[in-house]
């Protein structure tokens, strides 16, 4: 590791306990788990109620009997949903909770006669109300997609236990219907109908009532997600980005990932002067902060605190993704959070940069055959090309995106030719044919950030399937041969994941475990860019920046990991839309075409 900064930072000053779970919401929401899952236990298996558990799960909220499995599913049911809510101290999972224990207690002496459940709803009841003020945390952000989503969760959900629900009463059950009566028969109770299999005595009314259970459950919290209020996601004004643009001004040579804070897409909280700032986007209960803060550096604490206190009222998980070594230095002395190396980021000094010598054979080769293939490039700063020619450009780098799912977040500016950004640089790839294509000539694009101003970041690199191999490198070659006339004197081109552990996994001497580590890294570079990022960034013989990521607390990793890789669009859980419908939503301001994106750019 360069820079002398350990794998594993710890806090020099004070140590961040915000956003930390406490105990006892901890204990409430794995005492409700537990609850919900004996309740639907209870419910569901008819073996249950004869069992051992069974005396455990008399005194537990619910009851038994036709109504009473239908009671007692839908409160274990509503219960688990609400154990993830509590034990992120939000208020109103922790509302909902007070409202359902006691509905618990009063279906246990309603239909069971029992004081003792009585007595056990109201003791779990009891913490609830006595620790209320730790359950505090506001809402996230959302939107009524949710609502779409829970349905087809929900709808799954239920018509999966709805088949173990008819299909526990084997010696109860009248002949022997086949798999598709029992899902008629699911669908039909989850709309309170009868279905086509019957059962003798008391079970036909247990199994209805508990399809019917889930069906109300799956409509009363598809119509609640669908009709709460909205808390839409955060979303850059124009005076925040006005804001930011004049801090990148000032300060924007220190990080190359600076520019990408102006995506439309993040929120913005600034330090109490000002002078710094921390972009982030929520995403599934992680505030996920890129790059170093913005500003002066001396401002740097106040915004972190800011950003801090933000993940504390909403109890959400910081996190930051892909900041320098300097960034990771203050994060964790600020907030006590830890730091881990994530990979590298590779830069080339454009005066250092030559096509001569034996290193740089195949990428000299590579350029000289597409050349003579009659391929030329232009590289041009963005308010430098045509209205028109940028509307062919935006187009192009759309159809030409590998995936429906736009990508990027970390180190993508999400849009192309905005008026605002006419400091962006342009390198495009053109070839005459016989029989042009629908972009005339256009062939590749790469599109840069400012990077202060004397330097570039690498956004997004796009090429017509059907051009020669080496667009990539053709362009890349071609913009740090134009730098010295744009006054540019450094490039950040892509950022390696692991790069160390390719690097030092593949040398002689490498011991068993660094050899496994490569390993599955490179079993790993099936799905993702990872050994084949490394090696193409190698090719041009940058110097190797590493890059960090910070977090709370070991555990939260793979929650941060999950979250990364759905705001870099490598994961979709929204249910994807057809791209007409994409293009024809509006998006703030002057950026008409999202072109985030980038084929080559992992995070």
């Known amino acids: 590791m360069s820079g002398g900064v350990p794998s594993r930072t710890h806090s020099a000053r004070r140590v961040f306990r915000g956003p930390r779970p406490e105990a006892v919401p901890v204990l409430v929401a794995r005492a409700c788990a537990l609850v919900g899952v004996l309740d639907i236990a209870a419910g ?5 109620r004869h069992s051992r558990m069974h005396t455990l799960a008399e005194v537990l909220p619910g009851s038994f009997g036709p109504f009473a499995a239908a009671l007692s599913l839908s409160a274990g049911i509503l219960l688990l949903l609400l154990a993830h809510g509590l034990r992120r101290c939000k208020r109103r999972a922790w509302r909902a909770a007070v409202a359902l224990l006691p509905a618990g207690a009063v279906g246990q002496f309603t239909y069971r006669h029992s004081i ?8 779990l009841l009891a913490p609830l109300l006595r620790h209320r003020d730790q359950f505090a945390a506001l809402p996230d952000p959302r939107s009524r997609w949710r609502a779409l989503a829970n349905f087809v969760l929900m709808g799954a959900g239920s018509l999966v236990l709805g088949l173990i629900i008819v299909s526990v009463h084997p010696n109860r059950m009248v002949g022997d219907p086949s798999l598709a009566d029992r899902i008629t028969h699911v669908l039909y109770g989850l709309f309170g109908f009868e279905g086509p299999v019957d059962y003798q005595g008391d079970t036909s009314w247990t199994v209805a009532f508990s399809l019917g259970a889930l069906g109300l459950i799956t409509a009363v919290t598809t119509i609640y997600l669908a009709f709460r209020p909205e808390h839409p996601a955060a979303r850059l004004t124009e005076d925040d980005e006005e804001r930011l643009r004049t801090l990148l001004d000032k300060h924007g040579r220190r990080d190359s990932l600076g520019h990408f804070a102006l995506r439309r897409d993040k929120a913005v909280v600034f330090s109490p002067s000002g002078k710094a700032a921390v972009t982030y986007r929520v995403v599934s209960g992680v505030m996920l902060a890129s790059g170093d803060p913005i500003g002066d550096v001396e401002a740097w604490p106040g915004a972190i605190e800011r950003f801090m206190d933000e993940a504390r009222a909403h109890s959400w998980t910081p996190a930051v993704m892909g900041c320098s070594e300097t960034g990771g230095e203050v994060w964790t002395r600020e907030t006590g959070l830890d730091a881990l190396e994530l990979g590298d980021e590779a830069v080339v000094d454009v005066a250092d940069f030559s096509l001569a010598g034996r290193a740089m054979r195949n990428v000299r080769q590579m350029v000289k055959r597409i050349e003579r293939a009659g391929y030329e490039t232009r590289v041009r700063r963005v308010r430098d090309v045509g209205e028109a020619e940028l509307e062919r450009i935006r187009q192009a780098a759309e159809d030409w995106r590998g995936t429906d799912t736009e990508r990027g977040f970390s180190m993508a500016l999400g849009r192309i030719g905005d008026g605002a950004d006419g400091d962006c640089l342009i390198a495009t790839a053109h070839k005459s044919d016989d029989q042009p294509g629908a972009y005339g000539d256009l ?34 070659v071609a913009a740090l041969q134009a730098a010295p006339k744009l006054a540019i004197t450094r490039v950040s081109l892509n950022f390696a994941m692991f790069r160390a552990a390719l690097a030092r996994g593949e040398k002689i001497g490498a011991g068993p475990v660094l050899r496994a580590w490569r390993g599955l890294l490179v079993f790993l570079s099936r799905w993702f860019q990872i ?6 960034n190698a090719k041009f013989q940058p110097r190797w920046e590493p890059r960090f990521v910070v977090y709370r607390a070991s555990a939260d990793l793979p929650r941060i990991g999950f979250a990364a890789m759905q705001a870099e669009g490598f994961v ?9 419908l994409r293009r024809s939503k509006a998006v703030p301001r002057a950026c008409t075409h999202a072109v985030a994106e980038r084929d080559v750019r992992a995070a």
């Open 44 to 48: 569901v298996f008819p073996r249950f």
């Open 116 to 123: 003792i459940g009585v007595v056990i709803s109201l003791l």
């Open 443 to 476: 062939k590749a694009i790469l599109h840069f950030v400012p990077w202060g101003e004397d330097g570039v970041s690498l956004d997004l690199m796009r090429r017509d399937r059907s051009a020669d191999p080496g667009m990539n490198e053709l362009l890349i």
């Open 531 to 536: 050994e084949s990022l490394y090696k193409f």
């Open 572 to 580: 979709t859980l929204a249910l994807p839309l057809p791209r007409f």
